[in-house]
């Protein structure tokens, strides 16, 4: 290959007052100079043609980008929304819980108070809340209705709620564990005070009259008609003939009659060994049998038998045994 041998002289003619340039150059060094070049050429058209076909993919890649990325921080600012929602839902399921442990506290007070009313001994477990840092603030104190209140728009670090989530939890736990305690109290309480008022119902508690003159007290008195001292069973309460005449308790209508000393008379069980007795009535207006309830008329005021006037003899006895009908003589006729 005679070829590669030869070379070519290459003459750079500046101008008229420079020397002229020769150098040459074998024919190996321009075929491999032309190649390079060929190269290079191909190269550059090649990256021009892939960056002009790629040049839309990128701009759409980017746009995906740009469109995901906006809705990822949308995406976390609802989370961030939903976070803080749930955050004011645990606050204030912590105020529910410090005011219904509040309103447990409060019906643990009226349940004592009203065992105290009704005479009734606490005896057994209590259920007892927890005091609170300052006994004379209460959960009311902490409402959001209403009344003033102020402080820096702060964000809840972690470590608060945390701890919040973690009181509200035992708060309900504790709150769980009072309704469990208070349940069977409540039911005792609520025998008892049915016990109560069925014991109220039956205690000769109310006038029998609507008179209150009383023209003779119980115990030992001069006789209006021997003028003797005398053993007086009862309390005498004037009235006019025909004043209705009403049963201090519920009870049955044990007896009804006359003789000649007690009159017209009506006499009352109303168990637990206390009889209630009536005399000198004008008008008898039960029968023997008879269910009658605190406040029934059962009779009209009169002045039949050992009398000197119309007035009503009242008596009570307690287990066969005629006590001072006074102290029972609490509240007039109205009461349930």
């Known amino acids: 290959m005679k070829w590669r041998r030869q070379k070519f002289t290459f003459i750079v003619i500046p101008d008229a007052n420079n020397q002229v340039i020769r150098f040459q150059l074998s024919a190996v060094v321009l075929l491999s100079a032309l190649i390079l070049s060929i190269a290079l050429a191909i190269s550059a058209l090649s990256a021009m043609f892939l960056y002009r076909s790629h040049t839309g993919e990128i ?13 990822y921080d949308k995406i976390i600012s609802d989370k961030d929304q939903h976070i803080g929602d749930l955050q004011t839902e645990v606050a204030g399921l912590s105020d529910q819980a410090q005011s ?23 005896s057994g477990k209590t259920a007892s809340v927890k005091s609170q840092p300052d006994a004379n603030v209460t959960v009311s104190d902490y409402s959001l209705d209403g009344g003033g209140t102020g402080g820096e728009d702060l964000p809840v670090p972690s470590g608060a709620m945390d701890s919040l989530m973690s009181d509200t939890r035992n708060d309900f736990s504790t709150i769980d564990r009072l309704i469990q305690d208070m349940k069977p109290q409540l039911e005792q309480t609520k025998d008892a005070m049915l016990l109560r008022q069925q014991w109220l119902r039956t205690t000769p508690t109310i006038w029998p009259t609507d008179s209150r003159k009383v023209t003779s007290l119980f115990g030992i008195r001069r ?19 025909g004043n209705p005449i009403y049963a201090a308790a519920d009870g049955t209508v044990t007896g009804t009659g006359k003789d000649g000393s007690r009159g017209n008379y009506v006499e009352v069980s109303h168990g637990h060994g206390l009889l209630t007795r009536y005399m000198h009535l004008s008008k008898i207006l039960t029968t023997v049998g008879t269910k009658v309830s605190k406040g029934d008329i059962i009779a009209e005021l009169g002045s039949t038998g050992r009398s000197t006037g119309p007035h009503l003899h009242y008596e009570v006895s307690v287990n066969g045994g005629n006590v001072d009908p006074r102290p029972y003589l609490q509240a007039t006729r109205k009461e349930p």
């Open 223 to 241: 006789d209006p008609f021997t003028h003797q001292a005398r053993y007086h069973a009862g309390l005498d309460i004037s009235g006019d003939v």
């Open 100 to 122: 219904i442990k509040q309103q447990m506290s409060d019906i643990n007070k009226l349940q004592t108070q009203l065992k105290q009313i009704a005479g009734i001994s606490s």
């Open 59 to 71: 701009g759409r890649l980017k746009q995906e980008l740009t469109h995901a990325a906006g809705k």
